[in-house]
């Protein structure tokens, strides 16, 4: 490759990433339709094995994909509205376990000088905030519904989800060989080489990882519901949404579960089926859920993990959390192509 080629391909980089940070906003329909296709390619591919045409084993799954859908919202939604409910009722009997056990324990460990929470003032913060962004939400929706611009931009990227979703999985393999024939000949080997570690890898992170947090999400509602924790569900899902950055998610878990267990039963020995729960989903997120669904293909370091969710969000906002795995995958399987080629290189081998 020459020098101005090189240069080419940095521009090129330079300017996509530049749209990619102005255009944020107006992509992240376009990441989620995506992700949801890339989810649904490989049944997509299987129905097709059974003499269905691609368009009909797309409906197949586009259905299947949209009952899943909604039946998880009317599962989940009001059961998950009752236990923020039964939290923000709680909020008063958390104070008074931080008043009563949490703070004296503390001043006498290390001799800190902490007050006690006054749950009455919170209560107040909160109503007066509450009052303040009511008055707020009523002024901007008095406002959106004279111009309703706002609406039918959010209606807009709500509908283009299942569109887009739909044509990508139709057309995913037709676009993927149409990429392909537009590759230089004397790259496309390299290019549909590094293309197959990067779908191998990509795979193993949207799939593989999509559903070892479901599957976490639920290991830990049932087993927490089993322990009689009124907040089963809540803390349950939210640690399994939360489990794609390593440890994050038990130990988020782990920590309110273990409040929410004191504040509801009122003895230490409570936090042993808690712990126990914890326990077990982490392990059986070790020895069986990574290894069947994700397996070693993705290989980045925990640390690599947190900067690349961080990195992500501070340059692109939710988009950039969105992303940020896939696109540290990607990059990691190229930084491989790269090292291999400077390990045989003369640079390298010669002393």
Request: aromatic share 12%.
């Amino acid at each position: 490759m020459s020098d101005s080629q090189k240069w080419l391909v940095f521009a090129f980089i330079a300017v996509a990433a530049g749209l990619i940070y102005l255009l944020s906003p107006v992509l992240m329909p376009f990441a989620f339709a995506a992700m949801l296709a890339y989810l649904g390619d490989p049944l997509t591919d299987k129905l097709e094995t059974y003499r269905l045409s691609r368009t009909n084993a797309v409906v197949v799954v586009f259905f299947v994909m949209t009952l899943i859908f909604v039946l998880a919202l009317l599962l989940l939604i009001p059961q998950l509205e009752y236990q923020v409910e039964r939290f923000l009722s709680s909020l008063p009997a958390y104070a008074a376990w931080v008043n009563e056990t949490v703070i004296p324990w503390l001043k006498r460990r290390f001799h800190l000088g902490i007050k006690p929470i006054d749950i009455n003032q919170i209560i107040n913060v909160i109503k007066s905030h509450w009052e303040q962004a009511g008055g707020i939400a009523a002024t901007a929706m008095t406002s959106i519904s004279h111009s309703g611009g706002v609406i039918a931009e959010w209606l807009m990227n709500l509908l283009l989800i299942p569109v887009v979703t739909f044509y990508l999985l139709r057309d995913w393999d037709s676009l993927v060989a149409k990429v392909h024939d537009l590759l230089p000949r004397r790259f496309a080997d390299t290019a549909s080489k590094l293309a197959g570690e990067v779908d191998t890898v990509l795979s193993a992170f949207v799939r593989g990882q999509f559903y070892v947090m479901l599957a976490l999400g639920c290991i830990y509602s049932i087993g927490l519901w089993i322990t009689g924790l009124d907040l089963a569900l809540l803390i349950g899902m939210l640690a399994g949404l939360v489990s794609f950055v390593p440890y994050l998610g038990s130990i988020v878990g782990i920590v309110m579960a273990c409040i929410a267990a004191m504040v509801q039963f009122h003895e230490l020995i409570s936090l042993v089926p808690v712990v126990i729960v914890f326990m077990i989903g982490q392990a059986l997120e070790g020895m069986v859920l990574t290894p069947m669904l994700v397996g070693d293909k993705i290989g980045l370091h925990p640390v690599a993990v947190m900067f690349a969710v961080m990195a992500g969000g501070q340059l692109f906002g939710f988009l950039g959390i969105l992303l940020a795995l896939p696109v540290a995958s990607v990059i990691m399987v190229l930084l491989r192509h790269v090292h291999d080629l400077y390990r045989y290189s003369d640079f390298y081998s010669q002393k």
